[in-house]
């Protein structure tokens, strides 16, 4: 079946130690994105990528990094420098993107890569 | 930059009645797309009913139907038959437009007890 999977389900870190969580997507989707999630609270954009090998800093990309070396994988890994990691961590994909051209744009019509999807989300909590 | 607002931090509805979840939002854009999400308790997101800013029509997905407002960038969502399972958190989202990355806004949610 096609779809975004995320592992572990359940992480646990040590103070000071980097860990990784993976993201996996058969769906065959150009952009990937990290979400953090804290309790009681909306999502927050990490990281994202449009394309292989490029991506961009979210809003709170301190103490994160990320790589995208093939299309269907994007890990984040939580560094010893970020200070309060203890969140919920969703990762998301979207289908391929095609910009506007001038004439769609003045049609109003929608392009595609509009819809995005999620995996079920890795916890992660710092013993 | 763009913003969500969701007001309403809790609500509640009795089974089989309707509730509406407000929701407005910040742009200087004029084509872009709105999203409902409702993360369950087990914290899958799923995806509820997408508006695409160049529509006038309010977009509908069976019990779930959206009032969208352009000029006073209002985005509600309305729920028809409630049903137990709807309980959950609701997110509101927007996506910002291609050039600045297809990223999705959220605000801050609403939970949303439908009660028996």
């Known amino acids: 079946d096609g779809g975004i999977t995320q592992s572990p389900k359940y992480l646990f870190r040590k103070e000071g130690q980097n860990v990784t969580l993976s993201c996996e997507q058969n769906?065959?989707?150009?952009?990937m994105y990290w979400y953090r999630q804290d309790p009681g609270q909306g999502l927050r954009l990490i990281y994202y990528s449009q394309i292989v090998n490029d991506f961009q800093k979210g809003d709170i990309a301190e103490g994160y990094s990320v790589s995208r070396e093939k299309k269907e994988s994007f890990p984040l890994t939580v560094t010893s420098a970020q200070k309060n990691p203890t969140a919920f961590y969703l990762c998301a994909s979207s289908p391929p993107y095609r910009p506007k051209t001038p004439l769609a744009r003045d049609r109003g019509s929608p392009s595609s890569g509009n819809t995005i999807y999620f995996g079920e989300g890795s916890w992660l909590t710092v013993v | 930059a763009q913003t969500v607002t969701q007001s309403q931090p809790e609500m509640s509805v009795q089974e089989a009645e309707t509730v509406t979840l407000s929701c407005t939002y910040d742009t200087s854009e004029s084509n872009y797309y709105l999203f409902w999400y409702k993360q369950p308790p087990s914290r899958q997101m799923i995806l509820v009913i997408r508006q695409e800013a160049y529509k006038q029509q309010n977009a509908t997905e069976n019990r779930f139907s959206v009032n969208f407002q352009k000029a006073a960038k209002s985005f509600s969502l309305k729920i028809s038959d409630s049903q137990l399972g709807d309980t959950a958190m609701y997110f509101c989202a927007f996506m910002t437009p291609p050039e600045y990355g297809n990223k999705l806004v959220f605000g801050a949610g609403t939970i949303l007890r439908v009660k028996s």
């Open positions: 769906l065959n989707h150009d952009a």
